[in-house]
Each structure stands twice: as C-alpha cells, then as structure tokens.
C-alpha cells in the first residue's frame, strides 16, 4: 500500500483541529451557557437554648377558689425549684434552698426560697420565690 508523499502533514494537522477543538470545549462549554458566578452564604444563627421549666399539673380537690397549697403540700422537689430559679438567672449559683410560705395579694402559697448568688451581676444576689406547686416564680428580692 503506497501513500501519497504528505500524509504526514495531513494527519498532523487533523490531530491537531482534534485536539483544538477538545482545549475550545473544555474551558468554554458552548452548549452549557456561561455559569452562574453569584454565591450566597447562608449565615446560620444560633439563639440560645431557653430550657422550659418543670410544671405538673395540679390535683387539688380541696373546694377552695385559689390554687395554692399551704403548710408544705409540694409538687415540686426542691432541686427542680433550683433548676426553674437559675434558668431565668443565668450566671448565678444557688445557695441552700428552704421551704416556706408567702402571701400575695391575699392569698398564701408555700413556695421554695432559693437563695442565689453572682458577685459579678448587679444586685450580687437575689432570693426567688418558687411556687411549690406548678414551679412558678412568684416574687423575687
């Protein structure tokens, strides 16, 4: 088989509109369109945990109109009342908590007194009144 003189040049030429046409597609994707180059970061915020404090619901068959209990009927333990009396106060330590009454507007509740502590907040310490029954914070001084 004989080949005409220049064959060479030819196939040189033919590798190279080959190779050519592969550098074009590559870095300029004709049938792609050109791509999207606006980025959005989704900045993600964080809000901090609020813990919901311990409630139970209250049983009182007594026929009275208020709901409170007095002379120490708790529902509540006294490391929940220390747990509902540092949510609202973050940073503070709490002290030795004790049982106790209160009266508002009339009506007596028996409440924890948590007595807690943080020497770098103003005021430096607080005492909370915690509602023995449904875990509420009923006063504090």
């Not at 196939?11 to 791509?35: C, E, H, Q, R």
């Not at 747990?83 to 030795?96: E, P, R, V």
Request: charged share 10%; hydrophobic share 35%; aromatic share 8%.
């Amino acid at each position: 088989m004989d080949l005409k003189e220049g064959w060479e040049i030819k196939a040189l030429i033919g590798v190279g509109v080959v190779v050519l046409l592969i550098i074009i597609y590559a870095y300029f994707v004709p049938f792609l369109g050109t791509p999207d180059t606006n980025t959005t970061q989704n900045q993600v915020t964080t809000t901090p945990v609020v813990p919901v404090p311990f409630s139970q619901p209250i049983n009182n068959n007594s026929t009275s109109n208020n709901n409170s209990t007095v002379n120490g009927n708790f529902t509540i333990t006294a490391d929940q009342a220390i747990k509902i009396a540092l949510n609202t106060n973050q940073g503070y330590s709490a002290g030795t908590t004790t049982q106790g009454n209160i009266i508002i507007n009339g009506t007596t509740y028996s409440v924890w007194i948590v007595p807690i502590n943080n020497p770098n907040a103003n005021p430096p310490s607080k005492t909370i009144f915690v509602d023995g029954v449904n875990g509420k914070i009923l006063q504090t001084t």
